[in-house]
């Protein structure tokens, strides 16, 4: 059930002082990650004329920026996004400037490639997670928080559609490597401007607030464990959803084109269902309605494994899109809610790493389903996963203690980095 629209908009995160100069900065650095990821593929794939060696690059910088993305988050709220973000988007850029230089010419060995890859993923700025710490932090209003981390799930959802769009101009007159040395330069100068703005100059280290002091360790784990339970349910769905496409596209003699046409459908159903979800003031609260938007996205993947053509294949695949931006939005703001002052960027980057994982997780299983059962049954496995997501997660919601003021509740216990 929800509320009619009301106050406070879209537009009025827009009249809190900088944060139009911040947000913009964010989105910047984090195209980066939009252009990366096909960019190096390419690059390593033109180097080393080996696919084998481009998949075992990627899954190598993957796994170390997912896994590791706690850990530099952590970093981030124990000394502050300028002490923090600064050394880490310039050793990133750093390293990613070296890959595009050593791969610009075939020939680079691949073992180089892949120490490169390997360091780049270790440092990655957690951008997302941190500007939606710094939204939890200038943003008061509970219904304005869910309008700003609603855009900024749909803005992400964007640059991630742009950035193969820039890498494809870009390799039509340079090699991919200057895509690679493209996210070099845009990670550093979107971050540079993030952390010089003054909203981010407000974020005070998790050291120097009394509140957050609890012996190094983050505290009331449980309080995380439904949305990053539906958050890895999510993205283990959307990982093997590409594939699933691409595989239904093949047994009906359509081209390549059209995998791309239907997952732009996903991300327009997600821009769509984030946006509203934003605007809508819901009357249930964040843990009630998580379960349904990942249980809407199993049922819609359901029916897109007994679409009879490409047309119903897409309308079912941008009704899967949205409750993607909407389930993905009400985990970080669980999260956020959990979270003691202090540890919001860890609370959403475990949100965050769950995704990406599940995304990772998702492609590898579906791409073993798909050689010994029919696309239909796969695609009932991948809406079932979401499913089973949300019925664990009210499962979990049962038996976690209720949070005190929302003040104690944060991510799984992990001890502080050493300084």
Not at 155 to 161: G, S, T
Not at 303 to 321: E, I, K, N, R
Request: charged content about 10%; some cysteine; proline content about 6%.
């Amino acid at each position: 059930m929800s509320a009619p629209l009301s106050r406070p908009s879209y537009a009025a995160l827009f009249r809190i002082p900088h944060t139009r100069r911040t947000f913009t900065a964010a989105l910047i650095g984090r195209l980066s990650y939009g252009i990366v990821s096909l960019a190096m593929m390419l690059t390593v794939t033109r180097a080393t004329g080996s696919y084998a060696v481009a998949g075992t690059v990627m899954a190598l910088f993957g796994a170390m920026s997912v896994f590791l993305s706690p850990a530099r988050a952590a970093l981030i709220d124990r000394y502050g996004p300028r002490r923090a973000l600064i050394p880490m988007a310039s050793l990133y850029a750093g390293l990613l400037t070296a890959f595009a230089a050593a791969a610009w010419r075939p020939g680079v060995p691949a073992a180089a490639l892949g120490v490169l890859a390997v360091a780049a993923g270790g440092c990655t700025p957690p951008l997302g997670p941190t500007m939606r710490a710094v939204w939890g932090e200038v943003v008061e209003d509970r219904l304005l928080l869910q309008r700003a981390y609603s855009l900024d799930g749909v803005a992400e959802e964007i640059l991630f559609v742009s950035g193969p769009l820039l890498v494809g101009a870009v390799v039509q007159f340079a090699p991919p490597a200057a895509g690679v040395a493209l996210s070099a330069l845009l990670v550093w100068a979107g971050t540079l401007g993030f952390v010089l703005s003054p909203v981010v100059a407000g974020v005070r280290p998790a050291a120097e607030k009394k509140s957050a002091r609890s012996g190094g360790r983050l505290r009331g784990g449980r309080a995380l464990v439904q949305p990053v339970v539906v958050a890895a349910g999510v993205g283990l769905s959307l990982g093997s959803l590409d594939l699933l496409v691409m595989a239904f596209a093949q047994q009906r003699h359509h081209g390549d084109d059209v995998v791309a046409w239907v997952l732009a459908a996903l991300s327009v159903g997600s821009a769509v269902g984030g946006l509203l979800n934003g605007a809508v003031n819901w009357r249930r609260s964040a843990r009630v309605r998580l379960p349904l938007q990942a249980g809407g996205l199993g049922l819609a993947l359901l029916a897109a494994g007994l679409a009879p053509g490409l047309g119903t294949l897409t309308v079912a695949v941008a009704c899967a899109g949205f409750f993607v931006a909407p389930a993905l939005t009400t985990s970080y703001l669980i999260a956020d809610e959990a979270a003691p002052p202090g540890f919001r960027t860890q609370a959403g980057a475990w949100v965050n790493t769950a995704v990406n994982a599940g995304n990772s997780g998702g492609a590898a299983g579906v791409g073993l389903l798909v050689g010994h059962l029919s696309l239909g049954l796969c695609f009932a496995v991948s809406g079932a996963v979401a499913v089973a997501a949300g019925l664990i997660s009210v499962r979990g919601t049962r038996t976690s203690p209720r949070p005190v003021e929302g003040a104690e509740n944060c991510a799984a216990s992990q001890e502080q980095p050493a300084a």
